[in-house]
């Protein structure tokens, strides 16, 4: 049955992006959409996206490529962009790291992610963050954010290196600490003006199968 409010165009384009995901692991692009649902032009896809937006339906994340969200009352989809180095920085971006395209959609009970706006997954690589309880294999849920406070978990860019890499970030009157959470790592010490925040976690899913 056809909810209330919500045009047969819209209701179509709704199930088209469920069955995408549910297929593939990932959302569809525009054009899919146009494909998919017989429709005649991307313009008439953007529209009803919008519309659908507005409503609270779905989410897009503009600088993310097939960023379409469904917004269930309880669930909240999910893009895994790729890998983030936990122990030594690893370059960024890289067909072997983080991308705009996802390498597929997770489903989250919406409890885990309610405070979080932007919100994107990285699974991890290296054992840096363990006592963090962020181990090897382990999927982090990150919000896009360049603000966070001292001791926040963050995906941080190293400009001049093109490296990326998750840890704990500090403040100092030196510059910026970045700490690993493995007494047998030591801190990286780096200039204020060579580091990007590019989010931080708000929550950690565990590789349970280790």
């Known amino acids: 049955m ?29 054009r899919d959409i146009v494909k998919g649902c017989d429709l005649s032009s991307t313009a008439v896809v953007q529209h009803h996206l919008n519309v659908l ?23 909240v989809v999910v893009p895994l962009l790729g890998t983030i ?6 370059p960024v971006p890289d067909s072997n790291t983080w991308t705009s395209m996802p390498e597929r959609s997770l489903k989250l009970p919406r409890d885990v992610v309610e405070h979080s706006g932007n919100i994107y997954a990285l ?28 001791g926040e978990m963050a995906a941080v860019w190293l400009k001049e290196e093109q490296e990326v890499t998750l840890k704990k970030i500090y403040r100092e009157p030196s510059g910026i600490r970045l700490q690993p959470a493995n007494e047998q790592m030591e801190p990286i010490y780096v200039n204020p003006e060579n580091v990007e925040v590019q989010g931080k976690v708000v929550a950690v899913l565990r590789k349970l199968n280790r």
């Open 53 to 75: 937006e507005r409503e609270g339906r779905i989410h897009r994340d503009s600088q993310v490529f097939r960023s379409i969200q469904l917004v269930e009352k309880d669930i």
């Open 2 to 30: 056809r909810k209330p409010g919500i045009s047969k165009t819209r209701e179509m384009i709704l199930k088209f992006i469920q069955d995408f995901i549910d297929v593939r692991g990932y959302s569809p692009t525009v």
């Open 85 to 90: 180095a936990a122990g030594e920085p690893i």
């Open 123 to 150: 699974r991890v690589k290296g054992m840096s963050m363990i006592d963090a309880l962020v181990a090897d294999g382990d999927i982090v849920i990150m919000e896009a954010t360049q603000t966070l406070e001292d």
